[in-house]
């Protein structure tokens, strides 16, 4: 309050920069693919990915070929699509509440456009840089899954299906569902935007990057160096995600009641593996 009083223009310029981001960025990504990735749920699509799935889920990760979707929703959706996923299995039936909170370790992860895009090509001022911070991204997330199975055990068997069999529904239900439920997510995560980004803008401008990024990415990125220099920074950052995007992901989470200390946990651990593997990445770049 003390801070949106004394910098009312500041605040101002947050708000702004956090829609344009939400108008730009967050609903043209988001949205349609909460509703695509709702809709094929609905429609059974888990259930087909048990069997697919189940002979590279099991080995890696200690789970069901059906916990592919939220990882795969995770890191094709960006942030917050795959904890969103996983708390709709859940709600669903399709996974325990074990699975569900411990997907929430390493779902959660940044979009490939996002990392192509604004932190490669923006940040970096180099293609390829994104694309390794994109593959260090991707290692650093599969690794950390493979940790925190092992860590947390399985435990117990998904409750029943609340519509019995397979669980599909129509598909006109399922398509209005999904609209509806990818519009109050995504204005969820907008709202969050928005406000981390005002507060970001009311933080004083020499804050480091570790600071800034710690509590937004976005605003942790903007201040990184170009080049290799900033390249583990970068990759640290997506692995973290920031307070914003938990916060995001808490949003959609919440509702079912999921616990978040895997999540918290496993950020964290993916933000020391990034590090780790962007080190050795840049030996080869």
């Known amino acids: 309050m003390v801070l949106l009083t004394l910098q009312p223009q500041a605040a101002s310029k947050g708000v702004q920069a956090g829609l344009s981001l939400c108008a730009g960025t967050v609903i043209p990504s988001l949205f349609p693919f909460f509703v695509v990735i709702s809709l094929l749920l609905q429609l059974g699509l888990a259930d087909s990915l048990q069997g697919v799935c189940g002979p590279i889920m099991g080995p890696l990760f200690h789970m069901r070929g059906a916990?592919?979707?939220?990882?795969?929703?995770?890191l094709l959706g960006g942030y917050p699509s795959g904890a969103r996923t996983a708390a709709g299995m859940y709600a669903q039936g399709r996974l325990t509440r074990q699975e569900a909170e411990t997907l929430l370790g390493f779902c959660d992860n940044c979009g490939p456009g996002f990392l192509l895009g604004?932190?490669?090509?923006?940040?970096?001022?180099?293609?390829?840089?994104?694309?390794?911070?994109?593959?260090?991204?991707?290692?650093?997330a599969l690794i950390t899954g493979m940790i925190l199975c092992r860590v947390r055990r399985q435990r117990g068997t998904p409750h029943?299906?609340?519509?019995?069999?397979?669980g599909a529904v129509p598909?006109?239900?399922?398509?209005?569902?999904?609209?509806?439920?990818?519009?109050?997510?995504t204005l969820n995560v907008c709202a969050f935007v928005?406000?981390?980004?005002?507060?970001?803008?009311?933080?004083?401008?020499?804050?480091?990057?570790?600071?800034?990024?710690?509590?937004?990415?976005?605003?942790?990125?903007?201040?990184?160096?170009?080049?290799?220099?900033?390249?583990?920074?970068?990759?640290?950052?997506?692995?973290?995600?920031?307070?914003?995007?938990?916060?995001?992901?808490?949003?959609?989470?919440?509702?079912?009641?999921?616990?978040?200390r895997a999540h918290w946990g496993g950020k964290a651990l993916q933000a020391g593996v990034s590090a780790l593997l962007a080190a050795g990445a840049l030996c080869f770049l």
Do not use: D
């Open 118 to 140: 604004y932190a490669g090509a923006a940040v970096l001022g180099e293609a390829r840089l994104g694309a390794a911070l994109c593959v260090v991204h991707i290692l650093s």
């Open 194 to 260: 928005v406000l981390f980004q005002t507060l970001a803008a009311l933080l004083p401008g020499e804050l480091p990057w570790y600071a800034l990024g710690a509590l937004e990415m976005v605003s942790g990125l903007s201040v990184l160096p170009g080049g290799r220099a900033g390249f583990a920074a970068a990759a640290v950052l997506a692995g973290w995600g920031g307070v914003s995007v938990h916060c995001q992901a808490l949003a959609v989470t919440a509702p079912e009641g999921l616990s978040f």
């Open 171 to 185: 598909f006109a239900q399922a398509l209005t569902a999904s609209a509806r439920g990818a519009v109050e997510s």
């Open 67 to 74: 916990c592919a979707l939220p990882l795969l929703a995770g």
């Open 160 to 166: 029943a299906l609340p519509h019995g069999g397979n």
